[in-house]
């Protein structure tokens, strides 16, 4: 039982260890989406959040307010969708760690108690 218990331990810090690896992962995840002629570009993190917008002057002159916000939306959002597939990988990879609350709770339940022990 006690074997049991240290590797269930063990396997909790290598949950931290990759945890964190994946975290730092995700915080460096992002994706740039431009207009085709470059005026406007749009830079999305990991959690879909913009990053950062670049408008060009030339911008300004070429497209008016109502297409410029219109476009900004557009780009963020196929920078988010370009993530989607490297988010999904590595948040996979954390989901698929054990131990899991019913590997815990089960261990838990195996484990003799004082009124599991025969009076002597």
Request: a neutral charge; zero cysteines; aromatic letters at 2%.
């Amino acid at each position: 039982m006690r074997d049991r218990w240290t590797r269930m331990l063990d396997e909790v810090d290598h949950q931290r260890v990759e945890l964190a690896r994946v975290a730092g992962e995700l915080d460096r995840l992002t994706a740039q989406a431009s207009t085709p002629d470059r005026l406007v570009s749009v830079t999305v993190g990991s959690r879909g959040l913009v990053r950062d917008i670049d408008i060009r002057p030339a911008a300004l002159r070429h497209y008016r307010a109502d297409q410029l916000s219109s476009t900004i939306v557009e780009l963020a959002t196929r920078a988010d969708l370009e993530l989607h597939d490297q988010r999904e990988r590595l948040l996979r990879t954390v989901s698929e760690l054990g131990p899991t609350y019913s590997d815990v709770r089960r261990s838990h339940d195996e484990a003799p108690t004082r009124r599991d022990e025969v009076p002597r």
